[in-house]
C-alpha cells in the first residue's frame, strides 16, 4: 500500500523559515520523481519543486533560491525547506510521487503553511 505522509508546516510570520518533510513506503521510492505542490485557497495546484532520482531539482519561479527540495533514498523521505517566507506562500502542501512503469501519480494528504504576521 503507497504512502506519503507530510509533516512539518505550520504558523511562520513574514521572513521567517519553515520545513515539511514527507515519509513514502509501498513503492521504490528511489526510482521516482518526488515533488512539493501547493494549493492555496481558490487557486489550483501548483508545482513548488522536484527532485529526480538522480537528485536534479527544479523550482518555480517564485519559489527559486528561497525553498531547498531535498531526498533521503535510504531512508526515503523527501524534504522541502522553506526560507525567506512570504503571505503568498500559504497553502496546502502536498507531497507527490511520480514513475513507475506507467507514469503514476501518488499524493499525500496535504499539510498546511501558514504565513503571517
Known amino acids: 500500500q503507497v504512502q506519503l505522509v507530510e509533516s512539518g508546516g505550520g504558523l511562520a510570520q513574514p521572513g521567517g523559515s519553515l520545513s515539511v518533510s514527507c515519509a513514502a513506503s509501498g513503492f521504490t521510492f528511489s526510482r521516482y520523481v518526488m515533488g512539493w505542490y501547493r494549493q492555496a485557497p481558490g487557486k489550483q495546484r501548483e508545482l513548488v519543486a522536484r527532485i529526480s532520482s538522480g537528485g536534479i531539482t527544479n523550482y518555480a519561479d517564485s519559489v527559486k533560491g528561497r525553498f531547498t527540495i531535498s531526498r533521503d533514498n535510504a531512508w526515503n523521505t523527501v524534504a522541502l525547506q522553506m526560507n525567506s517566507l512570504e503571505s503568498e506562500d500559504t497553502a496546502v502542501y502536498f507531497c507527490?510521487?511520480?514513475?513507475?512503469?506507467?507514469?503514476?501519480?501518488?499524493w499525500g494528504k496535504g499539510t498546511l503553511v501558514t504565513v503571517s504576521s
Open positions: 507527490n510521487a511520480y514513475g513507475g512503469p506507467y507514469g503514476t501519480n501518488y
